[in-house]
């Protein structure tokens, strides 16, 4: 999906390419930044969403603005753009 709003000029990275590696991962760093309430609404509605787990965000962190906090995710996918299967479900 996401190659379909970047265009991609090195055609060896394109999950269609035979040659790409199936072990091969992409790392996307998302961070929420806003008031305390506003972070933990956020992070709610993405896993209502299905987008992630609440425990996968970090926790809670003091951001540059002293009203604001912050959380990181560190989403890993496969080559292919799917995220990897977590054990146990």
């Given at each position: 999906m996401s190659q379909e709003f970047v265009p991609d000029d090195n055609k060896?990275?394109?999950?269609n390419d035979d040659s790409a590696a199936v072990s091969e991962q992409?790392?996307?760093?998302?961070?929420?930044?806003?008031?305390p309430k506003g972070v933990r609404?956020?992070?709610l509605t993405l896993y209502r969403l299905g987008f992630a787990e609440v425990g996968d965000w970090?926790?809670?962190?003091?951001?540059a603005n002293?009203?604001?906090?912050?959380?990181?995710?560190?989403?890993?996918?496969?080559a292919n753009g799917t995220?990897?299967?977590?054990s146990g479900r």
């Open positions: 060896s990275d394109r999950p992409e790392v996307v760093l998302l961070t929420v930044v806003g008031s609404e956020t992070i970090s926790p809670v962190q003091r951001a002293p009203k604001q906090v912050m959380s990181v995710l560190i989403r890993r996918s496969r995220p990897p299967r977590k």
